[in-house]
């Protein structure tokens, strides 16, 4: 058995005992959390794989060093919920507000996701990975998207108003419309044929035949 098969069986599968406030090292498995309150609970190092979250309240949690694989976020609540070095993979993550997360703890990477209709308005999102997900009509105003990749993502009534996307990676995304003008860019990475999302606000006809 490899070191990394026999770290992970040590660790114990289990619930969220209401009793603690700390858990370290821990999975929770296809566990059921919709509509229900974890507040001011602390995961380190933990993996959550199929867990429902849908419409639960996560206020003044905390997630360091954590993975969530195949787990359900719709409409949860994250009212000053800390999220530092945190990877979601093949997570549903629907009508989220990152923008009331704690501006403490504040690092993610995201993988084959959905964040559809999510706002992650105002907030300094440097170096952040999104990695083939859907991010139709979230919110990016005002953020600062530095040094961000959009690695094969569909970014379909995406808003970028007042943000910041200078070294921000687009050479793969698709569906994106970005107004020069309103928005800060600099050495913003581009593929050839997504430059027409730089140009939507002038309503112009473009001849891709030619």
Known sequence: MLKEDIKYFKKKRMNIDDESSLHQEQIFSCINYSDTQLNQ????KCEFDNCDFSNSDLSHSDFVDCTFKNCNFSLTTITGTGFKDVTFNSCKI???DFSRCSKFMFSFKFESSHLDYSTFFGRKLKKTRFVACS????????????SCVFQNCDL???????SILEKTDFSSARNFSIDPGSNKIKQTK????????LLDQYDLHIDYNS
Request: no cysteine; proline share 0%; hydrophobic share 50%.
């Open 135 to 146: 991010l139709k009509e979230t919110d990016f105003e005002e953020a600062d998207l530095t």
């Open 94 to 96: 629907l009508g989220v």
């Open 190 to 197: 581009f593929a050839a044929s997504g430059l027409a999302g």
């Open 156 to 162: 379909s009534g995406a808003t970028f108003v007042r």
């Open 41 to 44: 609970i602390e995961f380190v």
